[in-house]
Nanobody
């Protein structure tokens, strides 16, 4: 079992920034990918950004150039720095980790609201 604790969501004006954090309860030696997904009301959950154990990153086209994903393996934590936020970024953001045994775990979600 892996517990994930997310933090950093909130309300921000358009153009502002937020930093999300997700701390895993287990060592990153068993973790492969760490990522962030989001789900807006009435929409399907979508990938925002992902980072592999070697540091390879992947981003949704809608956030490229504005969001940066990073991970601190010593702290078993993944971060999402979100800059130049737009109202369409409003959603519940979920952390997800994929273990090397192909098991996946989700965080509880954190609300991000961007006002225009």
């Amino acid at each position: 079992q892996v517990q994930l604790v997310e933090s950093g969501g909130g309300l921000v004006q358009a153009g502002g920034s937020l930093r999300l954090s997700c701390a895993a309860s287990r060592s990153t030696s068993i973790i492969n990918h760490m990522g962030w997904y989001r789900q807006a009301p009435g929409k399907q959950r979508e990938l925002v950004a992902d980072i592999g154990s070697g540091g390879t990153t992947d981003y949704a086209d809608s956030v490229k150039g504005r969001f940066t994903i990073s991970r601190d393996n010593a702290k078993a934590t993944v971060y999402l720095q979100m800059n130049n936020l737009k109202p369409e970024d409003t959603a519940v953001y979920y952390c997800k980790v994929d273990l090397r045994n192909w098991t996946s775990y989700w965080g509880q979600g954190t609300q991000v609201t961007v006002s225009s």
